[in-house]
């Protein structure tokens, strides 16, 4: 039994068909991780969607900003984004059972064997692994049960603070922007949502993974979303995935048991 993390999808289907046939995925037997984003810009989020639907039993999928965009714009009543490329999606009847699954899938994992923490787009330092699990799975009740509709059209937003104490919706649009938003923070650890370059346009904010608890953090962390860091983090212990397949890169995949990455061509 092997098990795999891959970076963002974002429709790009053709890349991770070619990674999964080099490292001969058995899904009788194997287990696929994704780190979010399987729709959305890329040429075929149909194919990537039907693809984790099929195999749901031996994929999980950390939701991504996309993800839950896609669900509440169904939900909605929205016509996609033609930048999206989702039409082909949208027009499928099997599109209320795809969806039905990416909601019941979580914002984060703990893989207890390989101390490794999964998001689409990290942790906060602030959080521990055990709270940070703890709000996933109370936000995950939120858009995977009847609140949905309450909670889904709300969640956009730039507090950049952690609001966690004061209304419920406060509470999931903060977890919601930590774990599918993230990328720099402020010198007070707070949320940035303009800045999505590279570790050298940092200017006076921070990489939210620079901080001093994950130098000595005895935990792995992986996550997608920020297309470009290309994969470089500079910290041993946290490993960027998305490496921007869907903006002409490859997408990677690691081998938690080699602890090996491969890249697409």
Known sequence: MANYVVGDLQGCFTPLKQLLQEVAFNPARDHLYLVGDIVARGPDSLGCLD???RHQDCTT??????????ICNVMLGNAPNPKDKLDDLYKHSKLPEYLRYLSSQPL????????TFISHAGIHPEWQIEQALSLGQWAQQKYMGNEASQFLPAMYGKESRLVLDKDEQSRFNTIVNVFTRMRFLTSQWHLDFDNKGTL????ELRPWFTHPRFQTDQNRYIFGHWAALQGITHVPNVTALDTGCVWGGPMTLLDLDKNEQISSN
């Open 200 to 203: 050298d346009d940092a200017g």
């Open 51 to 53: 693809f984790v639907f």
């Open 61 to 70: 999928i950390t939701l991504g900003n996309h993800d839950l965009h896609l």
């Open 108 to 115: 984060c994992v703990y893989l207890e064997k390989y101390r």
